[in-house]
């Protein structure tokens, strides 16, 4: 089985609605996400002749994933009064609004679904939200 791993990284702040703890409040990370994919052959023909995929698409298309989450306020669907997002988009914050509670958990299959649907052979994605704590999704196939 051949593997290949890239990595991204993005800043946001999130909080967790209806957590009872300090990360209801709204905090910062720097995450870390890896995105490993998996087959069993490499391309027999042309310039992917023993290559599994190009590293540079694969690096090109996790980055551009994190880099729609950099720098903004993550926020799950339904946790923010509409006049609080008003306000703050009129002063020029980027939001993003996800449809489920923005943990590490669910980034993981956030980002195995992304890199899934863009064609890659996606074995497991981690997203490290400090360098100590990660979460891994995969898929028993």
């Known amino acids: 089985m051949y593997q290949l791993k890239t990595v991204a990284d993005f800043d ?3 909080f967790l609605s209806g957590y009872q703890g300090k990360c209801a409040n709204i905090h ?5 996400v890896e995105v490993e994919i998996q087959a069993e052959h490499l391309e027999s023909e ?3 002749r023993g290559m599994l995929v190009d ?11 994190a880099d729609e989450l950099d720098h903004t306020l993550i926020y799950e669907s ?4 509409e006049k609080t997002v008003e306000a703050l988009l009129e002063e020029g914050f980027r939001l ?4 489920f509670r923005p943990t590490a958990e669910n980034f993981s ?16 994605a981690t997203v490290y939200e400090t360098p100590n704590n ?3 999704y995969r898929e028993n196939k």
């Open 78 to 81: 339904g946790t923010l009064r």
């Open 12 to 14: 946001s702040a999130h």
């Open 109 to 124: 299959k956030y980002f195995f679904d992304k890199m899934s649907k863009l064609g890659y052979p996606v074995s497991s």
């Open 55 to 65: 590293f540079g698409d694969l690096k090109r298309d996790l980055k551009a994933l």
């Open 46 to 48: 042309g310039q992917m």
């Open 134 to 136: 990660c979460a891994v």
């Open 96 to 99: 993003t609004k996800v449809a």
């Open 28 to 32: 910062g990370h720097r995450w870390h």
